[in-house]
C-alpha cells in the first residue's frame, strides 16, 4: 500500500514499496541536497517513490553534549528547500505538542519517534495537522498494541496515517525485528515500514554513544521487502564514521543503488503483476 494524499510522491508503480531515506539529521547547508539528490535519481531509475527525511534536531541523545543540531529554523527551512529543489516529499520528527505546528508548515510528513509512540496529547496535536503521519512503533510496544496510535490520529478526522517497525528491545543493548509484525500491523489499513537502520541499533552502550550493525542493513531489508513490507526506512550518509548523529548503523550513501537494485527484484519476484 503506497501512502495516499502526500504532496509530490512520484508513484510510476503502485505495487512498489516506497522509500523514505536521508541523513539522520541536518548537519549543515549542503549535506542535504547532496543526499537527497543522489537518491532521487536511484529512485527515478527504479520507479520508487520517495520521500526525503531528516531530523531537524536530535531531541532524545544519551549524553547531554551529544550534537542535537545545527538550529531548528535554518535546519527545518534546508528540509523544505530539499523538497522545493527535487520536487519531493519531506518528513522529519517531532517531539511535543508545539513542534506539530511548527514542522507542519515545512514538512509534508510528521514522524512520531519511538518513544513518544504513546504520547495522546503529541498524537493529537499531529493528527490535527492534517499531515501524513509516521508513528513509529515503541520498542516497547507489541504490534497490536499500535492500534490505538492509529486510533488516536484517526480520531481528530486525519486518516493519513502509517505505522513504521524498528525493533523491539532485547536485554538492555541490542534489539531485535519480530517479522510477524509487518502483517499484523497491516490488518489496521495502514502502510507499514521497515526502518532497516535504526532496528540495527545497539543502544544504551556504556559510552553513551549508540552503536549499531551496518553489516546487517542488506540482510534485514531484504527480509523486510519478502515479508511484504509496503516501504523502507533507511538512514544514510556520505560517510557515516564522520556523521554527527547515529553513524554506526546507518549506510553508507555510495551503497544504496546496489541494495535497492537487490530489493527491486525481490519485490517484482512477488507481485510479478
Do not use: W
Not at 42 to 52: A, E, M, Q, R, V
Not at 88 to 94: K, V
Amino acid at each position: 500500500m503506497i501512502p495516499a494524499n502526500i504532496p509530490r510522491l512520484s508513484v510510476k508503480d503502485p505495487q512498489m514499496f516506497f522509500l523514505i531515506a536521508g541523513p539522520c539529521v541536518v548537519e549543515n547547508d549542503t549535506m542535504p541536497f547532496e543526499v537527497a539528490g543522489h537518491i532521487q535519481k536511484i529512485c527515478n531509475k527504479l520507479s520508487i517513490p520517495y520521500i526525503f527525511k531528516s531530523s531537524y534536531k536530535k531531541a532524545n541523545r544519551s549524553k547531554g553534549d551529544s550534537f542535537t543540531g545545527i538550529g531548528n529554523d535554518k535546519a527545518m527551512q534546508i528540509i523544505a528547500d530539499v523538497g522545493k529543489k527535487f520536487d519531493i516529499p519531506t518528513l522529519t520528527d517531532i517531539h511535543s505538542e508545539e513542534e506539530a505546528d511548527f514542522a507542519a508548515g515545512f514538512v509534508d510528513v510528521l514522524q512520531i519517534p519511538a518513544f513518544l509512540c504513546r504520547q495522546t496529547d503529541l498524537l493529537i496535536a499531529a493528527g490535527k495537522t492534517k499531515k501524513t503521519i509516521n508513528i513509529k512503533k515503541g520498542q516497547f510496544s507489541s504490534p497490536g498494541s499500535m492500534r490505538f496510535a492509529v486510533e488516536k490520529i484517526l480520531s481528530t478526522g486525519n486518516v493519513n496515517v502509517m505505522l513504521t517497525e524498528r525493533g523491539t528491545t532485547f536485554g538492555y543493548q541490542d534489539l531485535v525485528v519480530d517479522m510477524r509484525s509487518i502483517p499484523e500491523m497491516q490488518k489496521f489499513r495502514v502502510p507499514v515500514v521497515l526502518d532497516v537502520t535504526h532496528s540495527l541499533q545497539q543502544p544504551n552502550q556504556s559510552d553513551g554513544v549508540t552503536g549499531g550493525k551496518p553489516e546487517l542493513i542488506e540482510t534485514l531489508a531484504r527480509a523486510g521487502i519478502a515479508a511484504g513490507a509496503d516501504g523502507l526506512f533507511i538512514e544514510t550518509h556520505p560517510q557515516p564514521d564522520m556523521a554527527k548523529s547515529d553513524g554506526a548503523n546507518m549506510l553508507k550513501l555510495e551503497f544504496l543503488e546496489d541494495l535497492l537494485v537487490k530489493l527491486v527484484r525481490i519485490r517484482k519476484a512477488l507481485y510479478p503483476g
